[in-house]
């Protein structure tokens, strides 16, 4: 019976020291880490530590994808901003060559700046962002305007026309969430955007240069003739006051209301960003409370834990001897 209780109380000093280590090991990570609950067993609020900790990483998801979408739509915004400029500068060169002052040379002369303005639309229409063609919407692996040709005249700046390609997906209006209950549209079509402005651009530019652009109304099919002066001077003019109104059009009810709807979309983003904020301050002040240390107090239990562990191995140590002497 004497050496069973000897046993026993062999083996509870021996669960006592590595008790003692435990407590060590411990505090040693409460003072290096600053936590008082690294891992999952450290605390009964495991599960509630788990789930904020789900929350800050959805936040972190979230917030990137607010960030991607911001320059995504400023970049938008600022397309739109250009393109209302050019438009802009289209109709004063209309208005100027709507004069019946002008020559049908000095027209032609003012049609070629009307070409660089309408490539220019063009060249935004087709604008990529982060590799990719930002008003394809569904289809953006390519440009959603393609370079085409009028019959008359069969070559020159007065011959280029640009077509949409309306494959599948370039409708395709896309979303993103930006919270859990916040989601925003981040694109609208090429088509809608951008068709008008350029036809507008390019009856301008054709009638300012001499040539008709076929049908009379609607997207033109790139048929059309050369007017035959000095007769045709007066359709020039008509031709040329019409596209007037197309640009004011293509400006009034694309692209203005587009600027409007994208400041729209930004300030919702605003709105996105300071509650993600709000919400992840939150979140990492119930974690703060949950897991950080008392300093002072982790300190002390971690220096109470080495003395208790050191008087451990004294008591084992003793014992130890002494039963190893009843054997001698």
């Known amino acids: 019976m004497t050496r069973i209780a000897e046993n026993q109380s062999q083996r509870g000093l021996v669960l006592n020291t590595l008790a003692n280590k435990r407590q060590i090991d411990k505090y040693s990570r409460e003072v290096s880490s600053g ?47 250009q393109m209302s400029e050019l438009l802009i500068r289209a109709k004063e060169l209309a208005t100027q060559g709507a004069s019946e002052t002008f020559s049908t040379s000095a027209r032609a002369h003012i049609a070629e700046e009307v070409y660089q303005i309408r490539d220019n639309v063009a060249s935004l229409a087709n604008s990529s962002f982060q590799g990719r063609y930002i008003f394809g919407a569904g289809d953006d692996d390519d440009p959603p305007f393609d370079p085409s040709t009028y ?35 981040v694109n609208t079509p090429a088509d809608k955007l951008f068709s008008n402005a350029l036809q507008a ?66 300030r919702r983003i605003e709105t996105a960003e300071s509650l993600l904020g709000l919400t992840k301050n939150s979140a990492e002040d119930v974690l703060s409370r949950i897991q950080s240390i008392d300093e002072t107090e982790s300190a002390a239990n971690l220096a109470r834990a080495q003395s208790a562990l050191e008087a451990s191995y004294t008591v084992t140590a003793r014992v130890l001897r002494i039963s190893i002497l009843d054997y001698i």
């Open 151 to 185: 019959t008359v005249p069969s070559s020159g700046s007065a011959s280029t026309r640009y077509v949409f390609d309306a494959e599948l997906g370039t409708a395709v209006t896309k979303t993103v969430d930006l919270t859990d209950n916040l989601s925003i549209t």
């Open 35 to 81: 936590l008082k609950v690294v891992l999952p067993g450290d605390s009964d609020d495991a599960g509630t530590i788990a789930r904020y900790q789900q929350t800050l990483q959805r936040i972190d998801g979230y917030t990137s994808m607010v960030a991607q979408t911001k320059n995504m739509l400023e970049f938008q915004d600022s397309v739109m901003s």
């Open 201 to 266: 651009l390019e009856r301008l530019g054709r009638a300012l240069g001499g040539y008709s652009t076929l049908p009379a109304t609607g997207a033109p099919d790139g048929s059309g003739v050369a007017y035959s002066m000095p007769n045709g001077y007066a359709t020039q003019t008509a031709d040329i006051q019409n596209a007037i109104n197309l640009l004011n059009s293509a400006r009034d009810n694309d692209i203005l209301p587009e600027r409007v709807s994208l400041g729209g979309r930004l």
